[in-house]
């Protein structure tokens, strides 16, 4: 839904920021070489703490119970115990990574998520200024901006914002530079990049890894590949949103629009305001004739994903092809 900001679109530019975050109480500061062009939000408020004897662990247990609901979709929940979490103890580095996840969760749907998630990723920076999950976020705030909001800008700034990452050799670096060159329309590059990446052994590299092949795979239109990318990565974690909404757009592409409309189906059952699995829903239905209920779904997606101007030109595309 809309919030305060209803009908505008604000699109920022990089600035080059030139102040030094300093997190009060504690004495770190980001190193300036991470913030410096890469985003141009900085913290608006400092970070301080006066924790209580034990309030530390007692937070980063409602911070980790705060990622298990983010990871099954349960925005609310998340939310919830991550207010708690900081409420109780403010210098995590983890608890604002994941409300930075949470803020991006909600793309397309709520104004503003973009600097929000910006800023809580220079928070946890501030507290470890070597956190590579930090570091990969803003890039990927940086990509979820490009995914909905549109500016092609945004793909270049997902790739500055990975310069700055501290470990160039984390195969997470290298996937989610391909995963950025993709979504920039470099192909080739995107799968010279991949075809660098050694063998995988953590689960969510692999996941994470097929993700981007499937991802290659539609843009270059290899349905079938883009397929069993996807299948590989739900074979790992059944529950993967990103695999999942692959799966179906290949589905589509592979002329079997009757098992994408299930999966769709089925994903939305987990996940009901997933906007993106109720386009693909509407596209599944129109690959099947099934105009009028195409229709209806995406005036849903037009509802769920006001705040996404790609999406609500998808939305246009596609409803004047019923």
Known sequence: MRGNGRGRREVWGVVTLLTVLVLAGCGVAVNEDLVATVTPYPVRSPVSASPMAGSAEVAAELTIAAEAALAIGDLEEADRLLARSLDIYPSQARAYIARARLALARAGQVAGVYDAALEDLNRALAIDPTSLPAQLGRSAAYSTR?????????????????????????????????????????????????????????????????????????????????????????????????????????????????????????????????????????????????????????????????????????????????
Request: no cysteine; proline share 5%.
């Open 146 to 322: 490009a995914t909905f909001a549109g500016d092609p800008e945004d793909w270049q700034r997902a790739l500055t914002a990975l310069d700055a990452v501290t470990d160039q050799e984390v195969p997470e670096v290298a996937i989610a530079r391909a995963s950025a060159l993709i979504g920039g329309g470099d192909l080739a590059a995107a799968r010279d990049g991949l075809e660098t990446v050694p063998e995988l052994e953590d689960p969510k590299d692999r996941v994470a890894f097929a993700n981007a092949w499937a991802l290659l795979a539609l843009r270059m239109g290899d349905w079938e590949d883009a397929r069993t990318r996807a299948l590989e990565a739900l074979a790992v974690d059944p529950q993967n949103l990103e695999a999942a909404l692959s799966l179906i757009e290949a589905e589509i592409g592979v002329d079997n629009a009757s098992a994408a409309l299930v999966a769709a189906d089925e994903l939305l059952v987990r996940l009901p305001d997933e906007g993106r699995a109720l386009y693909w829903r509407g596209r599944a239905l129109m690959a099947l004739d099934r105009p009028a209920e195409a229709r209806q779904s995406l005036d849903r997606v037009s509802m769920v994903l006001d705040e996404s101007p790609v999406y609500q030109a998808r939305i246009s595309e596609a409803m004047s092809n019923l």
